[in-house]
């Protein structure tokens, strides 16, 4: 397993209260989200955290966006921007790669996210803040982004399978090491700690992979 810094997103928004705020919610789902509160500060942390994707949330800045996307382009042409409108509105030339016009729900927006940052195959699963990448065996949670072996995807993507439910030591050994052999299931935990260095904050005190202590696993999203 190696660690590796999760994409970085930079949302560009102002602050009223009849238009929402993303950065929290797509920080809960598992993004590592910077802010900026106009265009000027945005351009000015482009170099500073370099961002693989801008949202511009035009309709809390009160403006087209236009102008913002523009001159993102002008410092990176290629940096995949996503405008938010408020509702029924328009604008021309294409200045992102897509536009949201409100209201819609953060998954949807978060599912316009994906395909356009870099890195992410075509087999990813999500649930709560843990992002698998299958085909990349990438696993993406809270801003950590960790490579993984081909069995703690495994046994990462049985877990999410089910997800919420207790599963028991030996059918989990037995389902990912293709085995009717349960003699011996230490290694079952040298992978769990392991799979906890990638997702948890604190691994010795796990939120979300938990041991259910003589019986097995569950993980809570």
Request: hydrophobic share 40%.
């Amino acid at each position: 397993m190696t660690e590796m810094t999760d994409p970085t997103i930079l949302i560009v928004e102002g602050r009223h209260a009849d238009i929402p705020s993303f950065a929290t919610d797509l920080q809960k789902k598992g993004y590592d989200v910077k802010t900026a509160k106009n265009g000027s500060d945005a351009i000015s942390r482009l170099n500073k955290i370099s961002p693989e994707l801008v949202v511009v949330n035009a309709a809390s800045l009160r403006s087209s966006g236009v102008r913002i996307c523009q001159s993102l382009r002008a410092k990176n042409e290629k940096l995949p921007i996503i405008l938010i409108l408020e509702k029924n509105k328009t604008v021309s030339n294409n200045p992102a790669e897509a536009i949201l016009n409100l209201p819609f729900t953060v998954q949807k927006l978060s599912n316009r996210i994906k395909p356009l940052l870099p890195g992410e195959g075509n087999n990813v699963i999500q649930a709560g803040p843990i992002r698998l990448d299958i085909e990349k065996r990438r696993v993406h949670c809270l801003g950590k982004r960790s490579k993984l072996t081909p069995r703690l995807v495994i046994l990462l993507r049985h877990l999410i399978d089910h997800r919420g439910e207790l599963v028991e030591r030996e059918k989990l050994f037995k389902k990912v090491w293709d085995t009717e052999y349960v003699g011996d299931t230490r290694t079952l935990d040298v992978h769990i700690s392991w799979l906890r260095r990638a997702i948890e904050m604190d691994y010795k005190k796990p939120k979300f992979l938990k041991t259910i202590r003589g019986v097995g696993y569950r993980l809570d999203v």
